[in-house]
């Protein structure tokens, strides 16, 4: 049996982060794309049925009233449209929030080598990085986060925390923060795409 060699394991270490980072790229990329187009046609598409609102009966709320399954539809595709405009909006503040925090982690590690460059040299270079851990976030709530970034203030990794020690602890809650939010942005963007074509659908059914 032939033992993989230490440049054949360098050597495909290497491709395989390549890869990842190529393909994360293209994801992010196409993600915001996607985001940015349903958002769009939400709109125009609302705009549309708002121009269009006299074609249909007007709402009543008298006891007489007789039941009317267009304006039912009609009000079904507005209220779906008008719902999925708001999570597209939400996909795009929360994509925004994730990307600020990623930004501020990747800095801070930058920082946090330049602070222990002598330790990383003369004892070990273990002390001069931040190590990634795998976080479970399956039981996190995402609103909470979400509202955080929204009406409050990121704790983000300050001077002081560096003299304190508390540079490793903060770390670790931000990329927390982070996951949560990119992974909102994704159930959001479902969300929005599963309301517009019900919407889409909605509305249809009125003009059939």
């Known amino acids: 049996m032939q033992k993989m060699t230490e440049s054949e394991f360098k050597e495909k270490l290497d491709e395989y982060i390549n890869r990842s980072n190529n393909w994360t790229d293209k994801t992010i990329t196409q993600l ?19 121009t269009h609102r006299d074609k249909f009966p007007h709402l009543s709320f008298s006891c007489d009233a007789e039941f009317s399954w267009i304006l039912t539809l009609f009000l079904i595709g507005t209220i779906s449209t008008v719902f999925s405009i708001g999570f597209g909006f939400a996909s795009i503040l929360s994509r925004l929030f994730d990307f600020r925090i990623t930004r501020h982690l990747a800095l801070t590690r930058k920082r946090f080598l330049v602070k222990n460059k002598e330790k990383a040299f003369n004892e070990n270079r273990v002390l001069g990085l931040i190590d990634s851990r795998i976080i479970d976030i399956s039981n996190e709530r995402n609103y909470p986060i979400f509202k955080k970034h929204i009406f409050g203030k990121p704790e983000f990794i300050t001077e002081n925390d560096f003299k304190e020690l508390r540079v490793i602890d903060k770390f670790e809650k931000l990329r927390k923060e982070s996951k949560i939010l990119g992974n909102l942005t994704w159930k959001c963007h479902k969300y929005q795409i599963g309301l517009f074509f019900l919407g889409v659908l909605a509305y249809g059914l009125t003009i059939l």
């Open 32 to 50: 915001g794309y996607s985001i940015n187009l349903f958002t769009t046609i939400g709109i125009a598409f609302l705009g549309y049925i708002i």
